[in-house]
Nanobody
Framework: QAQLVESGGGSVQSGGSLRLSCAAS????????MGWFRQVPGKEREGVAA???????TYADSVKGRFTISQDNAKNTLYLQMNSLKPEDTAMYYC???????????????????????WGQGTQVTVSS
């Protein structure tokens, strides 16, 4: 069955960087839109970034210019490079896969999270001031 496994989380000081990875298996990776989401306990899930199979990207305003989503289709792996981290970036980060459109195109509102079929277990990111 489909499986998404995140890694790369950790603790870092404000202004630091982290690179998250998401290893996908059990489905045709290139047929899915991929996204990163985050959630803080007691708050709603927030869409961070999404990427089509053709490399088109969408970012939340809160991370534009600081985070970069990318993927290696040969390795079935999704990445999130996070630079200039702030304490408000502290959250559990999840990767997810959506098959809303054929060909790996992202659904309308790719950061809403509603059309995503598969989710990982998450990796914790903590940014201290």
């Amino acid at each position: 069955q489909a499986q998404l496994v995140e890694s790369g989380g950790g603790s870092v000081q404000s202004g630091g960087s982290l690179r998250l990875s998401c290893a996908a298996s059990g489905y045709t990776y290139s047929s899915y839109c991929m996204g990163w989401f985050r959630q803080v306990p007691g708050k709603e899930r927030e869409g961070v970034a999404a990427i089509d199979d053709d490399g088109s990207t969408t970012y939340a305003d809160s991370v534009k210019g600081r985070f970069t989503i990318s993927q290696d289709n040969a390795k079935n792996t999704l990445y999130l490079q996070m630079n200039s981290l702030k304490p408000e970036d502290t959250a559990m980060y999840y990767c997810a896969a959506a098959s809303y459109y054929s060909g790996g195109y992202c659904p309308p509102g790719p950061l809403d999270g509603y059309e995503y079929n598969y989710w990982g277990q998450g990796t914790q990111v903590t940014v201290s001031s």
